[in-house]
């Protein structure tokens, strides 16, 4: 059975204070991994996409990697403004696995 | 563009009732698929479509029903709602599934329904 596993569940940081998340995937056929950032009360907003072993993709602050079992997210010097929960999610075939997420809250 | 919209975005309903939730996008997408967010659990695929006048079963489909008689609408229906069907609805749509550039999904903000 495909799984995605998130871990921390939840972290705190101070502003400034770099840190990742991960995201560990079983799954038959990995077509792709989704990063998804989820403000309280909307909907998941697509960061970023990783499709093979040693990808990598920034955007700004984040920078998403990629290894035959596992992902991370670095956030270089978080701002508060980067407080969200962080979705993984895997493509497999045709539908999207996803992590119950990490919880990121960054304190000024 | 307004991207992908949900009505209502709030409903409490009573054991039993029924409902129907509205999605629609303005992005000409194939694919289209409704979710459910409960915590700590991650968002889980209810049902999903690749095309006008087609559904497919997700993970939990189990108490639901869809149709997409239009390209851009795709609707959630709960025949006799349960408690357990108590959660936060999502909707989205992607260009394709897999196997190119444009295959994230666009998702909409949400319904959070309530079941007594």
């Known amino acids: 059975e495909d799984q995605v596993t998130q871990s921390p569940e939840a972290l705190r940081l101070q502003e400034g204070e770099s840190s990742s998340l991960n995201c560990s995937y079983t799954?038959?056929?990995?077509?792709?991994l989704f990063w998804y950032r989820q403000d309280p009360g909307k909907g998941p907003e697509f960061l970023f996409t990783?499709?093979?072993a040693g990808e990598e993709k920034e955007k700004e602050r984040l920078k998403a990697t990629l290894t035959k079992k596992e992902s991370f997210l670095h956030i270089t010097a978080p701002k508060p403004e980067d407080s969200a929960t962080y979705l993984c999610?895997?493509?497999?075939?045709?539908?999207?696995?996803f992590g119950a997420g990490t919880i990121l809250r960054v304190k000024s | 563009n307004a991207g992908v919209t949900q009505t209502p975005k709030f409903r409490v309903l009573k054991t039993g009732q029924s409902m129907t939730l509205l999605c629609a996008q303005d992005?000409?997408?194939?694919?289209m698929y409704w979710y459910r967010q409960d915590p700590g659990m991650g968002l889980r695929l209810i049902h999903y479509s690749v095309g006008e006048g087609t559904t497919a079963k997700g993970e939990v489909p189990d108490g639901y029903n869809v149709s997409r008689l239009k390209k851009q609408n795709f609707l959630l229906g709960l025949e006799s709602a349960a408690p357990s069907q108590t959660s936060v609805y999502f909707c989205a749509s992607s260009y394709s599934i897999w196997g190119s550039s444009y295959n994230e999904q666009f998702f909409g903000p949400g319904t959070r329904l309530t079941v007594l």
């Open positions: 990783l499709y093979s």
């Open positions: 799954v038959s056929g990995l077509r792709g």
């Open positions: 992005m000409n997408h194939e694919y």
């Open positions: 999610a895997v493509l497999n075939g045709n539908k999207l696995v």
